[in-house]
């Protein structure tokens, strides 16, 4: 069953990618999409037993993991070290393995009719199930060289995905900048690894763990300082976190990753590349618990990721950018998780996330098809009446985004309240100046949060068309997407809401399934993931770290810390309410008064336009110079040519001597003989 979950999406892959031109586009989507249905199916039949207190089947104890490990095959024999190819499934890999599947398999029927006008879908579709099957590889990988070719293996898929029309000039720049800026963190990935192999001895996970306690006080010579050896690999491996994750300073990718395909945004942003680092750092959990400096590190970079991500959401007008924002926002929360010591907090915000992030990603898709691919909330307005069901849709999934709940309620609220709320108790219970910082800067990311996601309701669904008024908007910065649909065609904005309507029912379908686990996931599952802490150990069963200490500090926080989120997603709400219902002239008049501000938002932080300054110009200044200064003047012109044009002189002067004439070759040797003999005399050699 094991080997199904994981290779079924492989074969889906090579079908449609080899033989799609053969077996035609609607074929390759039925058996890609139904591969995918099957693995799906199979990962709920793995899961649902870990759930409800059956185990995994067949699983044995592995020291305190129970765990299931299938081999594939012998894989690398160097010296000692014999490495084998194992699927390693315990509850962590259940839990991704349901979450990568279900939403993959929903992805694919959604793009059935998405993508129906496309004419190279049976190549899509073949991408998709590829990225998939990356994915796959990086959950149930088993040491951390496997890990690793999952992790590459995603992100080779991700360029390709989002790099899909590739006769979009943006889109081929933004495949390459994910894929340099991943580059990036992977770099301090593969360090990690090495550190890790170097530190501990061991590449397998069991082995590594079991290492971790006879490297305490290990240190790591570098240059003149004595490094804390753990530290120091945990650090490098959360690099790898901060690229695949799009955490503060390696987020620059993420928004970006939107020129491709609608479906490819919900796939990335709710079940895959971005939650491969928080699985990263949950999975070798024991190596982050025995650094302190570490986890404070992640903690930190969690909450202002949360926060950063947020403001940067309260301006965008894309549609499908302040989904984006809200994806980098969430992955925050959940490194916040991590970092103070709350694993399975994490993951929970990780399980909710996917179908309520899906949700929104699939239903602003929905959205886009009916207004013939305009992006440009400001251009829309008035869709309830059009695309009920869409709406609705939305409506959950902005409910559960936002943390719709009771306080103290273990039933009452969509899944994002009980997985968020579970972040924010667990980062006050940290205490100190990281907990409350961390804590403040996430309930000021729910007051922005509730605030662009009912912003995103109001502009797109209610009040009247604003269609008409395309022309009539002050940009005031970069909005790359105002102007083209989807597909990179000009959107045709007059007619645009006249012919709005519902999605086909094979796009539907994937949005009433997302929206039951954007309902349910959170109170089903809130138990398992943080109620009881003896509940979560049997739950997990050794797959992560438990820290008993803060999850039952996290249930003794006051009251107000409780309902603090509560409180902030009202604010947000009634906020975005008065704005762009009430008072529709307040959002413009504020951007007015505050010019530098909103254009600071607006553009990201100047991030882009910082690194260009930073890293970019200098790169392409340092290229350039090696163009023109070494390869065109020093090789070419200086030595290859110029080395050329000087045999050639030699070689025609030579060539000039050989004239024809017997009497000049006579004179010639009559010459020679002349100064060798006058040679021989001067050196005395006849006398």
């Not at 959950?139 to 690793?148: E, Y």
């Not at 500090?553 to 008065?578: D, E, Q």
Request: aromatic content about 14%.
């Amino acid at each position: 069953m094991i080997q199904a979950i994981v290779f079924l999406p492989l074969i889906g892959a090579l079908i449609a990618g080899l033989l799609g031109r053969i077996i035609g586009h609607r074929l390759s989507e039925y058996i890609t999409t139904g591969l995918l249905l099957i693995a799906a199916v199979l990962s709920w039949v793995v899961f649902l037993p870990v759930a409800f207190g059956g185990g995994l089947a067949g699983a044995v104890a592995d020291g305190h993991t129970a765990v299931v490990k299938v081999e594939v095959m012998r894989w690398i024999q160097v010296g000692d070290m014999d490495l084998r190819w194992v699927l390693r499934v315990d509850t962590l890999t259940a839990i991704m393995l349901v979450v990568v599947n279900t939403v993959s398999a929903l992805v694919h029927t959604y793009s059935i009719g998405y993508m129906a006008d496309d004419p190279h879908r049976s190549r899509f579709f073949a991408y998709l199930s590829l990225f998939t099957f990356a994915m796959l590889m990086l959950v149930t990988a088993d040491n951390f060289l496997q890990m690793f070719f999952g992790w590459e293996g995603v992100g080779v898929a991700s360029y390709l995905l989002i790099g899909f029309w590739y006769t979009k000039p943006s889109a081929n720049a933004a495949a390459m900048k994910a894929f340099v800026v991943n580059r990036v963190g992977d770099f301090g990935f593969l360090l990690g690894i090495f550190g890790a192999f170097m530190v501990l001895g061991h590449i397998d996970f069991d082995s590594a763990f079991h290492a971790v306690p006879g490297a305490a006080g290990v240190t790591i010579d570098f240059l003149a300082w004595k490094l804390d050896a753990m530290t120091v690999v945990c650090l490098l491996l959360f690099m790898g976190a901060m690229g695949k994750s799009a955490q503060f300073l390696l987020h620059t990718w993420l928004p970006d990753a939107m020129e491709g395909p609608t479906p490819v945004s919900a796939l990335i942003h709710a079940a895959t590349m971005v939650t491969a680092g928080v699985f990263m750092v949950a999975r070798l959990s024991p190596l982050f618990e025995a650094s302190p400096v570490a986890l404070t590190f992640v903690m930190i970079i969690g909450a202002i990721t949360a926060f950063f991500a947020a403001t940067v959401g309260l301006v965008q007008n894309d549609i499908k950018r302040v989904i984006a924002y809200s994806t980098c926002s969430q992955l925050g929360y959940m490194f916040v998780a991590l970092g103070a010591g709350a694993y399975s907090a994490g993951v929970f915000h990780l399980f909710t996330h996917a179908f309520f992030k899906a949700l929104l990603f699939l239903g602003a898709g929905a959205v886009i098809h009916a207004m013939h691919h305009e992006q440009d909330m400001r251009n829309m307005g008035g869709l309830r009446k059009k695309i009920p069901v869409t709406y609705a849709m939305m409506l959950i999934g902005t409910l559960a985004l936002t943390g719709v709940g009771i306080p103290g309620s273990e039933f009452l609220g969509f899944a994002g309240f009980f997985s968020k709320d579970s972040i924010i108790e667990a980062a006050y219970a940290v205490g100190g100046n990281t907990g409350m910082f961390a804590f403040w800067m996430l309930v000021i990311a729910a007051l922005f949060t509730s605030f662009y996601s009912w912003r995103l309701i109001h502009l797109t669904f209610h009040g009247s068309p604003r269609v008409a008024e395309a022309d009539h908007h002050d940009d005031h910065a970069h909005d790359d997407h105002a102007a083209h649909d989807d597909h990179g065609h000009d959107a045709h904005h007059g007619s645009a809401y006249d012919h709005a309507h519902e999605p086909p029912k094979v796009m539907q379908i994937p949005l009433y399934v997302l929206a039951v686990g954007a309902v349910l996931a959170g109170a089903v599952f809130y138990g398992m993931f943080f109620h009881d802490v003896e509940h979560i150990e049997h739950f997990f069963a050794g797959s992560i770290v438990v820290d008993h200490d803060i999850i039952e500090a996290a249930h003794h926080v006051p009251v107000w810390v409780k309902w603090s989120a509560t409180f902030a997603m009202l604010i947000g709400f009634v906020t975005a309410w008065f704005m762009y219902i009430r008072r529709t002239d307040l959002p413009g008049k504020l951007a007015a008064q505050n010019p530098g501000l909103y254009k600071f938002l607006l553009n990201k932080w100047y991030f882009d336009e910082l690194y260009n300054v930073i890293f970019v110009k200098p790169a392409l200044w340092i290229g350039r110079a090696f163009w023109k200064g070494f390869d065109d003047w020093l090789i070419n012109e200086k030595i290859t040519e110029g080395l050329g044009r000087r045999v050639q002189n030699v070689t025609s002067w030579v060539v000039k001597l050989q004239s024809g004439y017997l009497y000049h070759y006579a004179f010639a040797m009559l010459i020679g003989i002349a100064a060798l003999l006058t040679w021989a005399i001067a050196a005395g050699g006849l006398i």
